[in-house]
C-alpha cells in the first residue's frame, strides 16, 4: 500500500522534515498545510509537494498525520482534527499521529484525541535541522500500538534525513538541547572561530569555510574512532604548542561550563513546553 504523509505546519524543523520525506517518496505522496501560505508555496516549488488549502483537506488522503505545530498550538491543532479523523476510523482509515513538537508527550496527545473516544498510533518524533541537508539525527519514540510496518515507514523516511534512533519517550527531552538545540551552539562556535581568524589576517568567507570543515571533522573522529572527545582532544594539544594555549584561554573564560549550563538551562525549558 502507499504510503502517505500530511504535514500540519511547515514551519523551520517541520520544512526539514518535509525536505527529508520528499526525498524518500514521490512528492505527491506529501501534502502540506500552513496558514502562512507563503511558506507552503516555496517548500512546493523547492520539493514538488502538494500544498493544501486547510488542515482537515490535507490529512483526508493521508495514512501518517504530522503535527509540526508550536507546542502551545498542538492541542488546539489537534482538537481541530478530531472530527476528520474520527470520520475516518469510522470507515477503517485508520491513520498514525506523528509529532515533533517539542515537550509535548504522547500521554497529552493520547488524552486529546481520547476527548472523541478516539484511539490510534502516536510517534513522536524529535529532530534537528540538519535533517534538511540530510545530515541530521531524529530521535524517535513509538506508542499505543503503532505496527512494526509503520515504524519501518517512517524510520525508512526520516533515513533521507540522516539517522534515526528508536528511543525511549523519556530520555527525549534531556536529549533535546544536546542534538536539537546545539545546532544553534555549533553555529556559534563556528562564528566565534572564524572571527578568531578574521583578527589574525584571514579571508572571512576561507576563515568560515576552514572552521566549518574542522568542525566536520572533529565530529567525524567522535563517531568513527568511538574515542573519547577528552582523548582527541588531548592528542592535538602538543606540549608547549600553540593549541594547548587555545585550550587554556577557553577553560580560563568558562567555556565547556557556559556549554553545559546553556544545555542543561535548555532542558529545563524544554520540560515546560508541553505544559
Do not use: W
Amino acid at each position: 500500500m502507499k504510503s502517505t504523509f500530511a504535514f500540519i505546519g511547515a514551519g523551520n524543523m517541520g520544512g526539514a522534515i518535509i525536505e527529508a520525506v520528499c526525498r524518500s517518496t514521490e512528492p505527491e505522496n506529501v501534502t502540506v498545510f500552513d496558514r502562512a501560505a507563503e511558506k507552503t508555496g516555496e517548500l512546493s516549488a523547492k520539493t514538488g509537494c502538494r500544498v493544501a488549502s486547510n488542515a482537515e483537506e490535507a490529512v483526508k488522503n493521508a495514512r501518517f498525520v504530522f503535527l509540526c505545530v508550536k507546542p502551545n498550538v498542538l492541542p488546539e491543532a489537534l482538537r481541530g482534527l478530531l472530527p476528520i479523523l474520527k470520520e475516518a476510523g469510522l470507515r477503517g482509515d485508520e491513520k498514525v499521529i506523528v509529532s515533533i513538537a517539542a515537550g509535548v508527550t504522547t500521554d497529552t496527545i493520547t488524552s486529546i484525541l481520547a476527548e472523541a473516544n478516539i484511539s490510534l498510533p502516536v510517534i513522536r518524533l524529535m529532530p534537528n535541522t540538519p535533517v534538511a541537508v540530510g545530515k541530521g539525527l531524529t530521535l524517535m519514540s513509538p506508542v499505543n500500538n503503532v505496527s512494526d510496518e509503520d515504524i519501518a515507514v517512517i524510520q525508512a523516511a526520516l533515513s533521507y534525513g540522516g539517522e534515526v534512533s528508536l528511543i525511549d519517550e523519556a530520555y527525549i527531552d534531556p536529549s533535546t538541547p544536546v542534538f536539537s538545540s546545539s545546532p544553534a551552539y555549533v553555529y556559534m562556535f563556528i562564528e566565534a572561530l572564524a572571527d578568531g581568524g578574521v583578527m589574525a589576517g584571514v579571508p572571512r568567507d576561507k576563515a568560515q569555510r576552514f572552521a566549518a570543515q574542522a568542525v566536520l571533522g572533529a565530529a567525524a573522529m567522535v563517531l568513527e574512532t568511538g574515542r573519547h572527545p577528552g582523548e582527541l582532544k588531548d592528542a592535538v594539544c602538543s606540549p608547549g604548542g600553540s593549541t594547548i594555549v587555545g585550550v587554556e584561554e577557553l577553560e580560563k573564560n568558562g567555556f565547556r561550563a557556559a556549554v553545559a549550563s546553556a544545555v542543561y538551562e535548555a532542558y529545563k525549558k524544554t520540560a515546560t513546553l508541553g505544559k
